[in-house]
Nanobody, 121 residues
């Protein structure tokens, strides 16, 4: 099995920064895409950023220029550096990993439990 764990959330004031981490562990042969999603109260989960195993990143328009996703393949870990945070960034942030447990497995998506980010003065 593959476990995905997020960390780094918290309460910050508008304009401040936070860095989220997400680590996949367990029986892992390889990991493809890894993503950050977020879900605000009363809203649907939305894709924030995606990164390939080769480090190619894409972002939602709402976070371009403020958030940066990065990846350490040796640690099966991705990060989300969030700068210039706004109240509308308040949400539970989730990470997922598209992984194969063995060479014979198919890719499956594994989700973490989420970490709360609150931006408020």
């Amino acid at each position: 099995q593959v476990q995905v764990v997020e960390s780094g959330g918290g309460l910050v004031q508008p304009g401040e920064s936070l860095r989220l981490s997400c680590t996949a562990s367990g029986t892992i042969f390889t990991i493809g895409l890894m993503d950050w999603y977020r879900q605000a109260p009363g809203k649907e989960r939305e894709l924030v950023a995606t990164i390939t195993s080769g480090g190619i990143a894409t972002y939602a328009d709402s976070v371009k220029g403020r958030f940066t996703i990065s990846r350490d393949n040796a640690k099966n870990t991705i990060y989300l550096q969030m700068n210039s945070l706004k109240p509308e960034d308040t949400a539970v942030y989730y990470c997922d990993a598209d992984a194969k447990e063995t060479i014979y497995s198919t890719y499956q998506i594994y989700w973490g439990q989420g970490t709360q980010v609150t931006v408020s003065s």
